[in-house]
């Protein structure tokens, strides 16, 4: 019944260690034993794919989900989802979440004492469009202070999920902004060791999106695992 | 053009916010075809205690072993209602649950069958990247065969079969372990 064609392997140094000491979470939810390497099937290579049925029209702007508009800057996070041949990825399932101004999560288990805001939920969702381009309304989150190290604060950041057209192409980031001084002491930035596939973690300014007297923009492209040239048998490719 | 894969990052603790509007315990739904089944379990971290802020997705083939995908050119029939997503998050406990169909099996590409199974993503706070693995079913013969339980050392396998309830038929028992004796076996693809 023929071939497929698998996704290809991370670039080494590009994605986290499961194990990173300086992030303390991870110390007794890493896996100890190394993981077992197998072929992908077809059930790798396929996986979810969502529709218009399927996402909230309006779950893209964040700050008009209340009476009231949330407190703090607008900004407007726009980018492109493309896998590594830098096609577009078109209706791709993104969601993000993020803390509010203040630095506050609408959560139960945020024990953070900033306030919360009333008019602010942190929760948006979209589809990519033909292109692979999605957009986002928001207000920029907040830093916080969290319980890893003395003294540790998150830098401002947002949460990103992706689907992508199959299930090795899974993708759950966090967006960071430029200049946050945090950045240098963050576990969770600094864990991935190459710097400069950390350092796309990092949005940019763009006067492009900005609109005037409303909101700053910034933009931030998001590349899912792309595919192997050639299409293998299982055979060949468990002799790689 | 070769651009590089964006970088994982943890989901953290607060992942609910975002992905609870497509929270899914019944993955079949009331009108699939199949055999109906009900797991449960736990995830332990590696002093045993309870993960109370992981997520599972799930995705699995039809009661046909054919995946509702366009790559998916298996000679096999789509079932109208059923997609194959779950996402279940754990619980104060840790402890999730789900509802689904027994899927049937799915060809590798060389035409030889692999066993049934569903395939899992986990995440959690303190997971920097996803774990992946799969669930088996117990007693199917072609467990003995399959590919990628092949792959895997005899003494760990058990840790990616469904343990039958005692008394309840179609219930079964999953437990994730992150480290130890009985630590889960993760893939990586």
Redesign the interface.
């Known amino acids: 019944m023929g071939r497929i064609l698998p996704y290809r392997e991370f670039l080494p140094g590009t994605q986290p260690n499961y194990l990173h000491s300086p992030y303390v979470s991870s110390l007794r939810r890493s896996p100890t034993k190394p993981l077992v390497r197998v072929p992908q099937t077809l059930s790798e290579i396929t996986g979810p794919s969502w529709g218009a049925k399927d996402v909230v029209a309006g779950a893209c702007d964040l700050t008009n989900r209340h009476s009231g508009s949330p407190i703090g800057p607008r900004i407007v996070v726009s980018g492109s989802v493309m896998d590594e041949d830098g096609r577009p990825l078109a209706s791709t399932l993104v969601e993000v979440w993020q803390a509010n101004a203040a630095g506050r999560y609408l959560h139960h288990s945020d024990r953070n004492s900033a306030p919360l805001d009333p008019n602010f939920t942190g929760e948006g969702h979209t589809l990519t469009d033909s292109q692979g381009r999605y957009r986002f309304v928001t207000i920029r989150p907040g830093e916080y202070p969290w319980g890893n190290h003395h003294n540790a604060w998150r830098p401002a950041h947002i949460h990103f999920s992706l689907f992508g057209p199959a299930f090795a192409t899974r993708l759950v980031t966090q967006m960071y902004f430029p200049g946050d001084p945090l950045l240098a002491f963050d576990p969770i930035f600094n864990c991935t060791a190459n710097e400069e596939a950390r350092n796309r973690l990092i949005s940019r300014f763009d006067w492009e999106t900005t609109l005037p007297r409303e909101s700053l923009g910034y933009r931030f492209d998001i590349v899912l695992r792309g595919r192997h040239a050639t299409p293998m048998e299982e055979a060949d490719r468990h002799q790689e | 053009?070769?651009?590089?894969?964006?970088?994982?990052?943890?989901?953290?603790?607060?992942?609910?916010?975002?992905?609870k509007?497509?929270y899914l315990a019944d993955i079949a739904g009331a009108d699939a075809a199949g055999e109906r089944i009900a797991v449960a379990g736990r995830v332990l971290?590696?002093?045993k205690?309870p993960?109370s802020?992981a997520v599972l997705?799930i995705?699995q083939?039809n009661a046909y072993g054919k995946?509702?995908?366009?790559?998916?050119?298996?000679?096999k029939p789509l079932d109208p209602t059923f997609?194959?997503?779950g996402r279940i998050p754990t619980d104060i406990d840790g402890a999730f649950a789900f509802t689904t169909i027994k899927p049937g099996s799915?060809?590798?590409?060389?035409?030889r069958p692999?066993a049934p199974?569903l395939?899992v993503?986990l995440?959690?706070?303190?997971?920097?990247?996803?774990?992946?693995t799969?669930i088996y079913f117990p007693g199917e013969p072609l467990n003995e065969s399959d590919?990628?339980l092949q792959?895997?050392d005899p003494a760990?396998r058990k840790t990616l079969l469904l343990a039958p309830h005692a008394a309840r038929t179609g219930h079964f028992r999953w437990d994730v372990q992150?480290?130890?004796e009985a630590?889960?076996?993760?893939?990586?693809?």
């Open positions: 053009m070769k651009l590089r894969a964006s970088t994982w990052q943890t989901v953290g603790p607060f992942f609910s916010i975002g992905m509007h497509r971290d590696g002093d205690a993960i802020d997705e995705w083939a995946y509702a995908h366009s790559e998916d050119a298996q000679d997609l194959g997503h799915v060809d590798l590409p060389d035409g692999q199974h395939v993503g995440m959690m706070r303190g997971l920097l990247r996803r774990l992946t799969r590919e990628i792959r895997v760990r992150m480290q130890g630590e889960t076996v993760f893939f990586d693809f």
